[in-house]
């Protein structure tokens, strides 16, 4: 038996609605958010992304980094 090990780096979103911080994480093969102690999976990352938009979320872009 044969086993390939593949890296699947995890990518992270931050997302803040008032003084309240939540976050997407992702390695493109599962995707969860976190928000207080909740963390739920969604099936992809624009999914994931729509939930926490209708929560009142919005993206944090001053934590990107330049690649």
Same mark, same amino acid.
């Given at each position: 038996?044969?086993?390939?090990?593949?890296?699947?780096?995890?990518?992270?979103?931050?997302?803040?609605?008032?003084?309240?911080?939540?976050?997407? *994480?992702?390695?493109?093969?599962?995707? #969860? !958010?976190?928000?207080?102690? +909740?963390?739920?999976?969604?099936?992809?990352?624009?999914?994931?992304?729509?939930?926490?938009? *209708?929560?009142?979320?919005?993206?944090? #872009? !001053?934590?990107?980094?330049? +690649?």
């Amino acid at each position: 038996m044969t086993m390939s090990n593949q890296y699947h780096p995890t990518e992270i979103l931050s997302f803040t609605r008032g003084d309240n911080l939540a976050t997407i *994480a992702t390695n493109g093969m599962m995707t #969860v !958010s976190q928000e207080f102690e +909740l963390m739920r999976q969604h099936r992809t990352l624009h999914q994931a992304i729509a939930y926490l938009e *209708a929560k009142g979320y919005t993206i944090d #872009v !001053s934590n990107f980094n330049n +690649l």
